[in-house]
């Protein structure tokens, strides 16, 4: 991993051309981790709040930094071709779910899981996701084929998933929003109704590259769907 | 110089040779995870010491009455009673597992022949009570020696029963269950200063109980949002004044602490006190927050300090100045570098303990390998010394260690990237009077001593 930890003063160094891919190459790995890290805390048998608000608020920060970052940020021509693809590398992380076999029919199944993807919006706002499909496929799909503005087009991405409309996501990580069904206790202090062991959800996530057999693939997108969505409402 | 032995006030930290005493525990390279210590606490007197594991299980030491062939030798802490206080739970409702970890445990002064601990897991806390029985009756009258009931109408004499002595029996009896109270995981309990009360704190509410009752406890601070949306700060440690029996403070994951007055109003979500260190804008990074929350809170016998414990750093605060501390002692700054990995590999979020001598002329915190940090407040020196089974031969004095952050290492000295960072010291704790300080190094809880001249 890094050697250093990561400053934040590399954002606001202004007095040479600021190296946006490096800078933005490493908040997008630690915001992907960060993520991961969520998901996970959130499946296991008790998740540690602390530990989850401090993960939760580290998110927050990130990305008000890289929105902050996209205002004024002017891609540079050399990096504008490796700054997508090394985006998708460092989200390969996230793209490596359930999801990435959803890629290909993106269509199909936009209608399908109520929030097929880590960074979405809880079911409230699946509109804006539903023309690309699950958006870290959107990603891949969308990244070899750019260029210049390809790379600021996959920010407007990243952020219209992480940041949008009604709450944000991070946000929406404590938030109730099947209040009725859902006691707000309950929910934080667990997980109601998640049926997934640990080890199938360890299994989803983790990187393996060989894509699981369809039959218990659907089984356990039924779960990791769960799953998320406690993710979100929680 | 170390003080005389025995007598006198014990100089503090630094000026002493620490040596090896006992350590405790399996020496198998595979530990059991239920066998790792989760809480160390001497009692009042210094004479017994707790620990409680993941297994929910405490051992209670005791320290063995001194030598009178050797005055100057300290006793030995053996094992006095084990009990199992915590059973795992399943919660049905949630479908949740509740760990019986024991979190927490806190001693009740002395005031009878029985001893009285506060045992913690996520959910629940227990008082017991651990009494001894060295005398047995003999001679009744309705039953013979086996227990077996005797028909009454074969009695034909009465007699008295007699209380004959029997081999010491350690009893260990839970007295109050106090369940139900906490929906969040409890990190602290605290016992007053009125010997009556104590608080317990999760990470959202702190409660008020009353020893003698168990269906009922008080909410003093409340810190969940209406909106759980705009969840940002956790509580992560409380504990009650030393004398103040209407005052105790609370540490967040801010890195901040907030002194209460329950005189003030019944909730105490507005503080008496408020203390927080102002960022140093150079050092910031996207883990400030992550390394500023505090994992734990003490105030020093005297009361007139508390010290509290963050990722890096262990600092002291005057309860009169709440602008920021008056003390900072760096326990591993050549970590700081390492922050990102750290959070990749979750071991910024360990949760270190620390604690004062008796005299509170020094503090002593656990790092990683296996390393704990002593700060002498009156020299401003420091030590990092190694619990290991290397440096286990009876009375051998302990060698200070060295880290080295980066390039060039010297003899003797640990590079940053060879340290071991499974095997973390995060509770410690210091015999209230003397020059004893236990040390849990993961399922092995290390005595050390100083040296006696």
């Known amino acids: ?234 | 110089m170390a003080g005389a032995g025995g007598g006198g006030c014990p100089a503090s930290g630094n000026d002493l040779q620490w040596c090896f005493s006992q350590v405790k525990g399996a020496i198998d390279e595979d530990v059991a995870e239920a066998d790792i210590i989760s809480t160390v606490e001497f009692n009042y007197s210094g004479d017994l010491l707790a620990t409680g594991d993941k297994g929910g299980r405490v051992v209670i030491f005791q320290r063995e009455q001194e030598n009178k062939s050797h005055p100057h030798s300290r006793g030995e802490y053996n094992v006095y009673s084990t009990f199992q206080s915590h059973e795992p739970e399943f919660d049905y409702l949630k479908s949740l597992e509740i760990e019986e970890k024991i979190n927490k445990i806190r001693w009740l002064p002395q005031q009878n022949a029985a001893h009285f601990l506060l045992s913690t897991n996520d959910k629940t806390i227990k008082l017991w009570k651990i009494s001894e029985r060295d005398k047995r009756a003999e001679g009744y009258n309705l039953k013979d020696e086996d227990g077996r009931l005797r028909d009454p109408f074969r009695i034909t004499a009465l007699r008295v029963p007699i209380l004959k002595p029997m081999d010491l029996m350690v009893e260990a009896s839970p007295r109050r269950i106090f369940a139900n109270a906490h929906t969040y995981h409890i990190n602290s309990i605290s016992v007053n200063s009125d010997h009556e009360t104590y608080l317990s704190a999760d990470d959202l509410r702190i409660n008020l109980w009353h020893l003698e009752i168990t269906d009922r406890s008080f909410n003093i601070v409340d810190i969940k949002p209406a909106n759980m949306e705009e969840l940002t700060e956790v509580i992560t440690a409380a504990e009650f004044h030393p004398h103040q029996c209407n005052v105790f403070v609370y540490s967040s994951s801010k890195g901040t602490i907030r002194l209460c007055d329950m005189r003030s109003s019944a909730l105490c979500d507005r503080h008496s006190k408020f203390f927080e260190e102002p960022e140093d804008p150079s050092s910031r990074s996207f883990f400030s927050e992550i390394i500023s929350s505090i994992s734990d809170v003490k105030f020093s016998h005297s009361g007139r300090y508390m010290m509290t414990r963050d990722y890096l750093s262990v600092k002291v605060w005057d309860l009169n100045m709440e602008s920021r501390p008056v003390e900072t002692h760096q326990v591993h700054e050549y970590l700081r570098s390492k922050l990102c990995s750290l959070y990749e590999n979750d071991c910024i979020f360990d949760k270190f303990e620390c604690c004062w001598n008796g005299p509170d002329s020094a503090i002593m915190t656990g790092s990683y390998n296996n390393f704990f940090r002593m700060f002498d407040r009156n020299t401003r020196r420091d030590v990092t010394l190694e619990a290991s089974r290397e440096n286990s031969k009876p009375r051998a004095s302990l060698k200070p260690r060295r880290v080295c952050p980066g390039g060039k290492r010297k003899k003797d000295e640990i590079s940053v990237d060879s340290l071991d960072f499974n095997k973390k010291i995060l509770h410690t704790a210091w015999h209230p009077n003397d020059n004893i300080i236990a040390v849990a190094a993961t399922n092995n809880l290390y005595i050390f001593q100083d040296k006696v001249n």
């Open chain 1, 1 to 234: 991993m890094f050697a250093r930890g990561l400053k934040r003063k590399c954002a606001d160094s202004e007095d040479s051309p600021p190296a946006p891919p490096a800078c933005s190459l490493q908040r997008q790995s630690l915001l992907d981790m960060s993520l991961v890290k969520l998901q996970l805390c959130h499946m296991l048998a008790e998740p540690n709040l602390c530990r989850s608000v401090l993960i939760a608020n580290t998110v927050r920060q990130l990305q008000e930094e890289m929105s902050q970052d996209s205002a004024w940020q002017v891609p540079a021509p050399a990096s504008a071709g490796r700054g997508p693809l090394e985006r998708l590398v460092s989200t390969e992380i996230l793209c490596r779910t359930p999801w990435e076999q959803q890629g290909g029919h993106s269509a199909a199944d936009s209608g399908g899981s109520p929030a097929p993807d880590l960074l979405s919006e809880p079911p409230g706002a699946p509109s804006a996701q539903a023309p690309r499909g699950a958006p870290g496929c959107a990603w891949e799909a969308a990244s070899p084929r750019e260029s210049r503005g390809g790379f600021q087009r996959s920010l407007d991405q990243i952020f219209e998933t992480l940041d949008s409309k009604a709450p944000r996501a991070a946000e929406g990580l404590f938030a109730d929003v099947d209040g009725p069904y859902y006691d707000l206790d309950a929910v934080l202090t667990g997980m109601v109704g998640a049926k997934s062991v640990p080890g199938d959800g360890f299994e989803t996530l983790a990187p393996t590259g060989a894509p699981p057999p369809g039959v218990s693939y659907k089984r356990d997108l039924g779960e990791l769907d769960h799953v998320v969505e406690i993710l979100v409402e929680t």
